[in-house]
């Protein structure tokens, strides 16, 4: 990934200067597309309904009706693969690389219809009972047998349960149990090795199917523990000479159990039906229009299945009939794997896209030419935005903004960004850039995956746009934030078919998140706008108190910061027997060594982190940022630490969804926190 961010900012610079004469020349033969038309009315984008909770409803249906589905033959996600087929014509469905110097191999929805029918026969003759008591694991990073393996669960009935390739064998082992899985699919030697190493903890496991070739050595183990290891090769040949009749799903089965990767306690098991995700899915392909996935797309898949936001990206493409290419499963061949797929539909995080702005911006800085470049193209870019004029064929795109297209594959039409706030700045910069549609949706795995999504043909910014048609949103008070609704404020709070059944075998969590009336309460701080668009404001959950009693929301501090250029990842901490707050902050390493080599300062990074001028550059920095943010005095950072290492999956500070896990963050920085605290006193 570093690879592919350094070379966005280095031909960006190069293109930046070879373009300038070309600009200045050619400008008159730049052409514009006409502009996008709206499909409702972009001041007001939803529709209060009547009553005390001042709940609002899409202006798509603005009489306060649910959408449950868009198409008749796709209302459960068995069906999505059966009307993918029938649209494309037979189209290229499920694509690979199988080297790193080879091209996408497909195969055709036929194909995969087949593979899943066998596939599905296979795991009924290796003794899997049909219907809604078997629950199916799947521990594996994206790949074709991870997509066929969850279709074969839907043609039984059965449940689909991911097992995160993040989480670890411990997270594994309590999922198994708590679900009662006895089968569970891994795609390579290391996690058959890990769920080999829980057997002890979890006995009812008696099969693991493998993807790939495992070693004899795993072979002769799974059976002295009394497991079938067989290959997946081996099940769909069992099913092609043991067919066997589909139990088929209806809309209210369930579809698949999603746990979440919580910052405390044990994951929770996310019970969605085939109803909430087809609800949701359908929301946006309505919301969408004619924007939306269609049988020409390509869809990368590179961000993991086992979450919520990359599977409704994927339903959306099976039930237009287009195509998904997955990546290799390596972070540093991603680059290569995009430019080798050239898709037209990429859902993307905010943590990839601010990396791709600060590379860009970093590769101007210095150069009043390339500044002055990229400013007039940004200018007019956003001139046209604000014509509903979306375009990747100006002459700016040619001579300034082609290198940040073409690294990621030159034919993007279409891109989803969710999961964690994106700064105004990043987003407008994006959309001018890339000269394509950009959608940002709001939700979480509670609710499918999005509740709200942004229009096409809105190029505002600060917003997650208006509820989706499959769902109702209010927002309610919370006093001691001095948040309420009668203004307009308050936690979100979502009600809808896309709405979870419940937490698995927990119904004591799932009552402190569904109420009486069935609203999920979100935990999230938002404002309705004066177009009917919600803003995200704050947190709930992560709130403290100081000890002058002023109430702390960290994260929305956090998100100010984190768009300083040189900040990569924050954590903010006090406590109630302290007045103030201090930060651990990860430096964004290569503008921070040219801050310091343009103000002669020396040494390794960790010297460079430890060092006092920095430190005081990148805390008054933040600080300017939360002051004209708005932040009071108490709100801001009083000193930080500067640690030179990313917080990581794998160093135990991020959640598979690269949430920051504060209780780990405490502990792992009490010592420097301590520190800090010390020399405020």
Known sequence: ??????????????????????????????????????????????????GPDKARTSRFYPDGKLLEYCFEDARTLYQIMHRGARVSENGPCLGWRPSKD?????????EVLERIKNFSAGLVHLGMKPGQETFVGIYSRNSPEWVITEHACFRQSAILVPLYDTLGPNACSYIINQANIRLVVCDDESKVKNILNEIPNTPQLKQIIAVNKVSDTLIVKAKSLGVQLISFTEVEEAGKLHPCQALLPTPPNVATICYTSG??????????????????????????????????????????LAHMFERVCQVLVYMTGGSVGFSQGNI???????????PTFIPAVPRLLNRIYDQVQNSVTGSKLKKWIMDMALFSKQAELERHIVTNRSVWDRFVFKPVQESLGGRVRLLVTGSAPLASNVLTFLRCALGCTIIEGYGQTECVAPSTMTLVGDYSVGHVGPPLPCCHVKLVDVPEMEYFAVNGQGEICIKGLNVF??????????????????????????????????RIVDRKKHIFKLAQGEYIAPEKIENIYLTSQYVAQIFVYGESLKSCLVGVIVPEEKIVKNWCKMNEIEGTWPELCKNKEVRKMILADITDLGQKAGLKSFEQIKDLYLHPE????????????????????????????????????
């Open 1 to 50: 990934m570093e690879d592919y961010l350094q070379y966005i900012g280095s031909v960006m610079g190069a293109a930046a200067i070879s373009g300038a004469a070309a600009v200045a020349t050619s400008f008159y033969m730049s052409t514009l597309p006409p502009p996008i038309t709206p499909t409702i009315d972009l001041n007001k984008q939803s529709k209060e309904l009547p």
């Open 102 to 110: 080879s091209s996408y191999t497909f195969i055709t929805y036929n």
């Open 263 to 304: 910052t405390t306690g044990d994951p929770k098991g996310v019970v969605l039906t085939h109803a909430n995700i087809i609800a949701c899915s359908s929301a946006v392909i309505l919301t969408m229009g004619v924007h939306g996935p269609k049988a020409t797309d390509c869809l990368i898949s590179y961000l993991p």
């Open 332 to 342: 540093k061949l991603l680059t290569d794997d995009i430019k080798t797929l050239r």
């Open 501 to 534: 059944q419940g937490y698995l075998k927990d119904p004591v969590k799932t009552a402190e998140t569904i109420d009486e009336e069935g609203w999920l309460h979100t935990g999230d701080i938002g404002m309705w706008m004066e177009n009917g668009a919600l």
């Open 646 to 681: 990313l917080f990581t999956i794998d160093n135990g500070l991020l959640t598979p969804t690269l949430k920051t896990k504060r209780p780990d963050c405490r502990k792992v920085f009490m010592s420097q926190i301590e520190a800090m605290y010390k020399h405020l006193v």
